[in-house]
């Protein structure tokens, strides 16, 4: 599995179409998909390995635990999308109450728009956990990704205390979000990549400026990779 083309199958997959005015991109739309989805390892749910023991999915194992029971970790586990070095296994947390398959069912939509400095991003999810706490990140990454991983800087949307970010979803595992923030997202670039990602929090609690412990508490369900902004005006 090489960084460089499960990148590129995780961008390809990831809709983002731009129409520009002024040189400042004016209307983006993205669609938000899971992690082996996008060719990519699953990180913050995991699947039995017998004796107390949990590991990561990959895209090449995924249909033998689709209906494996998820798990969290017993303690927090660094993301690593792209190293097969990090599958684990590790120390097995609470069960999470739902199969794999039931995870991977969750997709997304949205419409993003810099207006005269503000941002504006309107979202619908579906089948994302019923009733319960998610919060939305804006995240970068190196662009090609290290080898090793150096992981991501992950910013809550909106304000830096993390209010805007927080939403709950409805009987259904949906909801809608329409957010107005001051300062436009940074779009991705030729040396760093910008993606929004949404994480379900299964203690129910949100930890402000920060995620929270990923895997243990915090779980990334979707993700849209931002597009790069558009210079030649």
């Not at 460089?4 to 179409?17: H, Q, Y």
Request: charged fraction near 20%; hydrophobic fraction near 35%.
């Amino acid at each position: 599995m090489r960084k460089k083309g499960i990148l590129l199958l995780a961008l390809g997959l990831v809709i983002a179409e731009l129409s520009a005015r002024g040189g400042e991109p004016e209307n983006i739309q993205l669609t938000f998909v899971d992690h082996l989805t996008a060719g990519l390892i699953e990180q913050d749910v995991y699947v039995e390995t017998g004796s107390e023991k949990v590991m990561r999915v990959t895209p090449e194992n995924k249909d033998q635990y689709l209906e494996k029971l998820a798990y969290s970790t017993n303690y927090a586990v660094h993301h690593d999308p792209f190293g097969l070095d990090h599958l684990g296994p590790y120390e097995k947390g609470l069960p999470l109450g739902f199969t794999l398959n039931e995870w991977l069912k969750a997709s997304g939509t949205a419409t993003y728009i810099c207006e005269d400095g503000w941002g504006v991003l309107k979202a619908r999810f579906q089948n994302l956990r019923p009733n319960a706490t998610y919060t939305l990140w804006h995240f970068f990454m190196s662009a090609p990704p290290t080898t090793p991983f150096n992981g991501t800087l992950d910013v809550p949307l909106g304000d830096r205390e993390g209010t805007q970010s927080v939403f709950t979803t409805d009987n259904n595992g949906s909801a809608e979000l329409d957010i107005t923030f001051e300062q436009c997202l940074q779009l991705s670039n030729t040396q760093l990549m910008s993606g929004l990602a949404v994480a379900y929090h299964s203690d129910g609690k949100t930890y402000g400026g920060l995620p929270g412990p990923f895997g243990k508490a915090t779980h990334v369900q979707l993700f849209a990779m931002l597009p790069e902004a558009d210079d030649s005006n």
